[in-house]
């Protein structure tokens, strides 16, 4: 919902005091074709359920957030937000059993591109998701992106690399 809410904040200045809302059609739209981006997540700040802190459930709910950026200490492009369930398995808690199900909103100030794929989030670990549509530039897109987990260091200073891979 947050991402969302940034995907419709827009607004051009054309004379001094007078604003005038964003076209509805982007004049950059994805070209044909493969079309490869990367984004540096960084500050992932991952926030869990009570039931995660201690109490039994038959499942949970991961959320995170995070900023992103254009090169590794770049500058900000956007927000990345995380929805995971993590339910619980014959294997353990889904969270070291790694069959969760995670929904990825990339909030960039050119679109928005929403993601859903499975797996843990482990340093070092890599997992694909599905580019499952988009909004303004990225309208229409789909294909794939892996998320990179480069560091899991104390909550707000993690790190998550993002390379998509769009064919449309």
């Excluded at 995660?52 to 900023?67: C, E, P, T």
């Excluded at 995670?102 to 694909?128: I, P, S």
């Excluded at 899991?152 to 390379?163: K, M």
Aim: glycine content about 14%; charged content about 15%; aromatic content about 8%.
């Amino acid at each position: 919902m947050i991402a969302g809410a940034l995907g419709l904040v827009a607004a051009e200045r054309r004379s001094p005091g007078q604003a005038v809302a964003a076209p509805s059609r982007p004049e950059a739209a994805l070209t044909p074709g493969p079309t490869s981006l990367r984004f540096y997540g960084r500050g992932w700040r991952p926030q869990a359920q009570a039931s995660l802190l201690g109490r039994r459930s038959d499942g949970d709910h991961l959320v995170g957030y995070g900023d992103l950026l254009d090169a590794p200490d770049g500058v900000l492009v956007g927000r990345f937000c995380t929805n995971g369930f993590c339910p619980e398995t014959p294997f353990g808690h889904a969270i070291a059993a790694a069959p969760t199900i995670e929904f990825q909103t990339l909030a960039l100030k050119d679109g928005t591109v929403f993601g859903m794929g499975a797996g843990a989030l482990n340093v070092g670990g890599e997992r694909t998701y599905a580019i499952l549509g988009g909004t303004e530039r990225y309208a229409g897109a789909r294909g794939t992106y892996t998320a990179r987990t480069t560091s899991a260091e104390p909550t707000g200073r993690s790190a998550v690399d993002f390379i998509l891979t769009l064919t449309a």
